[in-house]
C-alpha cells in the first residue's frame, strides 16, 4: 500500500489540508475557512472550536474515498505568535488571541521599562512587542483575573489541535521563539524574562524540535477527526519556517523571499544575527539547532494590490484583454516605463512598517509624481519600493554569506516583470519556485516525513520541489538602481518627521 503524508497549514482565514505522497507528489489540497473578530480597532480574536471544525472537515474531504490507515503522519505549520488559554484539561477558557491583536501595548510598554532593549533582543532574538504572545498573556493577567486564575497552559494554534489529538500539551522551538519568552541559543523558556515577570514557566508547554512525535491520534477523536487511531502526529513548525523548508531553504546561507501580502525574507543560519539596530529578528529554524534570521515588511503585495484597484477599479487597459488577464496586462504596462519609472519613488508604507523600519507611524507615498506619469509608472514604481525597502533587509540577514541566490515564493512571484526587477534591486540571481503558494504546506509534510523515519533529514526537499525558471540581474538597470536606491532612502528620512506630525493631527 503507498504511504502518504498530511500537511495542515492552519493559517489566519482557513486550514489548507494538503495530501502528499511519500515521493512528494502533490495529491490533493483541501482548505476550510474561518472567522475572525476584530473589535475595537487593534483586536484580533479566534475560537479554537473553529480550527478544529475547519481541521476535521478538511481531513474528511482530503481524504475521501481513500483509506486513512495509508497515512504515515500528519504535521503542521501554523500562524504563529497567538495566545491559546486553556485550562488542565485543554478547554479554551476564552477565544484564542492571534497575532494581529496589538491591544496589549500597555503591557509591550511594561516589558520595554523593565527590560533593557538590546539584552531582551538577544535573549530571544525578536524586539519586545504587543504582537507576541508574551504581551498577550500579561494583557490576559492584568485584565480577565478570572481567566488566569484557571490558566494552565499558553498554546499556539496548531499546538491546540495537537492536544485535541494526542491529548499532550507541546510545541516547538520555532513557535517557541515567536513568544517573546523563549531564549533562541538554549532552546529553553528564559528564566531571566518569565522570572523578572513573575510567570511561571510552567505555563507554557514543553517545546521540542519540529521533528518530534508529539503522539498518535487518539481513539475518542479518530472518527470525528477523519484520521485513523493510533496515526503519527509530528509537531511541525510556525508557518514562517515551514516555508523556509518548502522553499528549499535547507543549507547553512540558503535565502528565500516570500512574496505575498506581505513579505519577508531569511536565511538559514548556524547562528542568529543580531542586528546593531535590531530590525530584524530570529527564529528557531524547523531544521535542529539552526536559526531563520528574519525580516519582515508589511505591505508588499498589499501595497501593489492598493495601487492596482486605484488604477484599474477592475477595468482593463486594453478592452479587447480578457478581464482574467488583468496581471497580464499590468505587466505589459509595467515593462513598457523604464528603471526608475521616469523619476517615480514608492515609500510602501501603507501599513506601517516593520522591518527595516520599525515605525507604525510611517505611511505611503509617491514622491516625483507629475502629469507626465501613466499607469505603468506608478506601478513600477510601487514594485520598485517594495523591492528596496527588500534590500535593506537582504543585506542585514544575509550579511556575510557567499551565497548570491535568492529562492522567490508566494503570489507576487508568479509576474516575470515583479522578478526581474526584484533581480535588478538584489544585484542578485533569484531562482523561481515551481510551488509558489504551497511552501509552508511542503515544509509541513517534510517534518511529517522526517518525523515518522520516512526520511533520513530535510534534503528530500528537493523532490517535492524544482526551479521553475532562474531570474538574472541585468547589470545596467542594477546600476541604475544603485543611484535609486541612495534616494529611496533620502526620502524616507526625510519624511519621518511629516509622519511623526501627521500622527498628531
Sequence with gaps: MKT????????????????????????????????????????????????????????????????????????????????????????????????????????EKLLRERFDPVEFYHITGHRPSASYSLAKLLWIRDNEKGVYSRLYKVLQPKDYIIYKLTGCFVTDFSDASGTNAFDIRSFCWSERILGQLAIPSELFPEAYPSTKAAGKILKSVAAESGLAAGTLVVIGGGDGVCAAVGSGAVEEGDVYNYLGSSSWISVTSEQPVFDDSMRTFNWAHMLPGKFSPTGTMQAAGNSYSFVKNLLYDGRLPDESAQKNDIYGQMDVEMKKSVVGANGLLFLPYLLGERSPRWNPRARGAFIGLSMEHNRGDLLRSAVEGIAMNLEIILKIVNHGSKKMQVRLIGGLAQSKVICQILADVFETTLARMTHLEEATSIGAAVAAGVGCGLYRDFSVVDSFIHIADMVLPNPADAAKYREIKCLFEEAYQALSDVFDKQYKI
Design 4 to 107: 502518504y503524508l498530511i500537511a495542515h497549514d492552519l493559517g489566519t482565514t482557513g486550514d489548507k489540508a494538503t495530501l502528499f505522497s511519500e515521493d512528494g507528489e502533490l495529491i490533493r489540497s483541501v482548505t476550510k475557512s474561518y472567522p475572525t473578530d476584530f473589535f475595537s480597532g487593534n483586536s484580533a480574536e479566534q475560537d479554537p472550536d473553529d480550527w478544529w471544525a475547519a481541521f476535521c472537515r478538511a481531513n474528511h474531504e482530503l481524504l475521501e474515498g481513500m483509506d486513512p490507515f495509508c497515512i504515515a503522519a500528519v504535521s503542521f505549520s501554523g500562524q504563529m505568535m497567538g495566545c491559546v488559554a486553556v485550562d488542565r484539561g485543554g478547554v479554551p477558557l476564552r477565544k484564542a488571541i492571534i497575532w494581529a491583536d496589538t491591544r496589549s501595548s500597555a503591557q
